[in-house]
């Protein structure tokens, strides 16, 4: 299997937490009864952690529709959760659980039962956000 090469503009691609905090959304982690909002630039009450990265822990019941987003999709015809991107490539595991379909795919066995490669992003279909 090849990897990344550049095609042009891809969709924004999500994984992980997200909840909503006074009107805006935010990329986040649960942290016991608490829940840490991150972003990129700063802003009032959030605390530099490294440059580019700023975080402000809350109690759980301040922030809205917390959830897990991911993105999925099709490839030659088999479901993927996408991972990441990179230059009009999509990192993509495999979850039809069927480890003859996913060698026949080309994919690597990053772990036991889990296989993951590079799919370019003109062959995939599908392509879903969802919200766990």
Do not use: H
């Amino acid at each position: 299997m090849t990897g990344p090469r550049s095609t042009g503009p891809v969709p924004q691609i999500r994984d992980g937490y997200y909840a909503d905090w006074r009107g805006d959304e935010y990329e986040c982690s649960p942290d016991g009864a608490n829940i840490r909002l991150y972003r990129s630039d700063p802003a009032e009450g959030f605390e530099e952690v490294r440059p580019g990265r700023y975080v402000r822990v809350l109690p759980a019941d301040q922030v809205a529709n917390f959830c897990y987003v991911r993105t999925i999709c099709k490839w030659q015809g088999e479901p993927f959760i996408v991972l990441g991107e990179a230059d009009g490539w999509l990192r993509v595991e495999y979850t039809g659980g069927k480890a003859p379909v996913a060698q026949a795919l080309g994919l690597e066995e990053f772990d036991y039962g889990v296989y993951q490669g590079w799919a370019p992003l003109t062959e995939v279909e599908d392509l879903t956000e969802v919200r766990i």
